[in-house]
């Protein structure tokens, strides 16, 4: 088995009596964009800051890289880029100062710094704005800039805590659509902390699902999302059905009731994606054209209703205000 | 260390664009050396005198004629006659007039009798300043009271003969050594201290330190690029400052050379105490509410504004090891005195050890972690 580009192992991260993090476990494989979802106070950033050298673990280890983050902290630096949650840009500098600073930062070698810096602006779509100060750029456009620094130096891991937040629906967009092409363009395994439930299941593979300092549930949007039992309702239409379609369908896995005519039929299913990914290959061994398709599937939302108790919302709400002063605090 | 520079680099960039902190830095001490030199450094004139002649003698009128040539010529003070010693005190009480000087009913008598004569002066001792101005025109007003006494050719007592060393210094010259020092530690206060721990409280510093810059390229950095800032923000107070109090010769570049090498000391002894203290401070208010305890605490005690041997002996234990001491005493010798590096032997030394000890101990304690 390949080694994981990230493998977290029962780290924890307590301040004095508090524990943030609760001796949590995973790997993250190379080439994978994997998503830390939960609310405020859940322990995300604490965790992201363990991976990236901010911070030091009470115990347990993390091999970032090939690196332990303890142990080979520089070596771990030299591997990651760091987008952090609070904007990070010099913003008096323009967006050219700010690469170039970064690139000597990480030891960039002057031959190559100017080819990557004029690469990087090319693909965040900064190009014309190189000269301008930062203070003078857009939310979106600071967080391009944050992204093409977290990349100047040609990083293996790529770490984003919260890059979304505080961005206006357009840019957040922009900023998912940059993150897919940088992992495809440059096969680079990225590691990101939201809140957004949308975000986590358009961007990533695996998500794992934070809350309280523990880990509630790891796996891809798709199997989260089955593994959790609904009671849905499917609503297909048929171009032309054979005759006993109808007890056909009754016989799909996970099927209640079934109602319809020749065409058009309504399927409640206690798990709408097993049921449909069945009536999608009952159709096709029964030559069974399906025209239309429309399920009420589970969301992401149901998914952390389902491991933690709470609806995502109310837990970004209630993020309890000891946990919220506390991170305040320790930012 | 190339990572250090890249530090500097940016620091000194942010800098350029920031033209306000360059201006609020650099006026504060120059107008600080301009009110504070002419505010204190002239002669105190036109304070107003009331003279009561209770006497009323023949003797008495040089006296009054002697307050009257004061009021015409030095113009010390300004004479008001009183016909009522009461209405006098109670005008002086109200603040209407400084002093009663009060010939009293037996002057003439005594004058003539040469029987220990006497006049009073009847004084507002709450501000000891116009106090002693007072005191002292008065004793000259009556020293020049009688026929003149022929001094002998040779004096049988021990006389005083003063040689001053130095031009006369003006307070506004006397001061300038304290406002080149002061023009040094606003830059590192605001320049280094306050932004410092600005950028923390925002986070900046994050970005940082997921890069494999060390701590002492780190450290350095920013000391380097604090003591840049400081230095240009010394030599342009030096500069315009003497120009401004008129020290002579004010240009003479080997001079120039000579505050510019005390500047950079004085500017690295400051931003390395300023790092020390702010190593671990994170609350952006902090550096903000130390700024003027700090200022107070090591400007007054340097000898900047007054001569430490009159200072309480706690307050000479802080001059002692208070770094504004050495600075001060340097730029006095070479600004008033124009003397050569070996009179700063000690100062320059001293600020390079407090130097390399606070620069240590920033070191140790600096967390490269959150």
Known sequence: MATPAIDVRNIVKKYGDFEAVKGITFDVAEGEIFGLLGPNGAGKSTLIRMMTTLLQPTSGTAIVGGHDVVKDANGVRQTIGVIPQNMTTDLELSVEENLIIFAKLYGVPREKRDRLIDQLLEFVELTQWRDAQVKNLSGGMRR???????????????????????????????????????????????????????????????????DHGELKALDTPMRLKMSVPTDNVLEVNFASTPPGWIEKLKTLPEVETVVGDDHFFKISSKNAPATTMAMLDAAASAGVTVQTLSVASTTLDDVFVHYTGRALRDALQDASPNESAFMLRRQ | MNRMWAIVERELRRFKRSPTLIVISMVFPLVQLVVLGYAFGGNVKHLKIGVVDQDGGIPAVPVRELAMAVAGGAQTFDTILYADQGQAVNDLRDGRINGVLTIPPEFSRRVLSKNDPHVALIEDNTDNFVAATLVGAAGSLLSGFGPPTPMPRISPV???????????????????????????????????????????ARGLHEGYLVTPISKLELVAGFNLSGTIKAVLAGVSIMIVGSLISGIPMALDPMRLLRLTLVIVVTAFALISMMFLIMVRVTDPLTPRAIFGVLNTLLYFPSGAVYPQQGFPKWMQLIAVVDPFTYAVHAFKDLLLKNTGLGAITFDLFYLLAFSAVCMTAATLLFKRTL
């Open chain 1, 144 to 210: 391009r800039v944050e992204i093409a620094r977290g990349l100047v130096h040609e990083p293996k891991i790529f770490f984003l805590d919260e890059p979304t937040t505080g961005l206006d629906p357009v840019s957040r967009v922009n900023v998912w659509e940059m993150l897919t092409r940088i992992q495809t363009e440059r096969k680079l395994t990225i590691l990101i902390t939201t809140h957004y439930m949308d975000e986590a299941d358009k961007l990533c593979d695996r998500i794992a699902i934070v």
């Open chain 2, 158 to 200: 021990p006389q005083l003969d003063v040689v001053e060393v130095y031009p006369y210094v003006p307070y506004v010259q006397y001061l300038l050594p304290g406002s080149i020092t002061m023009s040094i530690f606003m830059m590192v206060m605001i320049g280094g201290g306050i932004i410092f721990i600005d950028d923390k």
